[in-house]
């Protein structure tokens, strides 16, 4: 079956640490990869995404690379923000093009101080 | 600005009371789903719909039904809640599968069954 597995947090980074949330997934046919981040208090946006092998998604300085070889689609920022604190989610879509019926990880919860 | 509204912020309902979750969604997306959001099990599936008047189960429908009278406006309902059904709820749409476009989300319902 399809499925997406990611670290557990909470993570918690100094201000300008690099970041690392990894995900990896399992699926039939040829997913499309997602990372959707929940501020505070909101709902669900989509961060980035890449809907086939070696794209790369990037979106507000985090980067993630759909890697087929090891099905993994693992997010990265160079230096993060006190803003950036938020849950984090790494989704897959088992139809392809679609955007709905996404499958989610449980979400990682990213604490950056000051 | 596109938008997904959902009907209420907070909710607290009886045991056993019937509860309308209302969400309405302005960009003419053919996809509309519900979620629900608990710590540590991440968002699951409850229904979603492709089409008016159409409904299709997701992961874990007990306990729950929908409504698509119209295309904009998507209900979940809890026939009878129970506690087990205290949650954040979250809404969204998408256009049809293909489209590789992104899934909207609503500000999320939190629900409380006491």
């Known amino acids: 079956g399809n499925s997406v597995t990611q670290m557990e947090g909470p993570v918690t980074l100094s201000e300008e640490a690099f970041l690392t949330i990894n995900c990896t997934y399992t699926?039939?046919?040829?997913?499309?990869l997602f990372w959707y981040v929940q501020y505070p208090g909101e709902g669900l946006q989509l961060l980035l995404k890449a809907t086939k092998a070696d794209d790369k998604g990037s979106n507000k300085g985090f980067e993630a690379t759909y890697r087929k070889e090891t099905t993994s689609f693992h997010l990265e920022k160079g230096s993060v923000q006190v803003s950036d604190s938020a849950v984090y989610f790494c989704?897959?879509?088992?139809?392809?093009?679609?955007?709905?019926?996404?499958?989610f990880g449980k979400g990682t919860k990213l604490s950056v101080k000051p | 600005d596109v938008k997904v509204t959902q009907s209420s912020r907070y909710l607290v309902k009886r045991t056993g009371e019937k509860v309308f979750l209302e969400c309405v969604q302005d960009?003419?997306?053919?996809?509309m789903f519900w979620y629900r959001q608990d710590p540590g099990l991440g968002l699951r599936l409850i229904y979603f719909?492709?089409?008016?008047?159409?409904?299709e189960k997701g992961d874990i429908p007990e306990g729950y039904s929908v409504s698509r009278e119209k295309k904009e406006r998507f209900s979940l309902i809890l026939e009878s809640a129970s506690t087990n059904q205290t949650s954040m709820y979250l809404c969204?749409?998408?256009?049809?599968?293909?489209?590789?476009?992104?899934?909207?989300f609503g500000q999320g319902t939190r629900l409380t069954v006491v």
């Open positions: 960009m003419d997306h053919e996809n």
């Open positions: 969204a749409s998408s256009l049809p599968r293909d489209t590789n476009t992104e899934a909207f």
């Open positions: 719909s492709y089409d008016v008047k159409m409904k």
């Open positions: 989704a897959l879509s088992p139809y392809g093009g679609s955007q709905g019926n996404l499958i």
């Open positions: 699926a039939t046919g040829y997913p499309s």
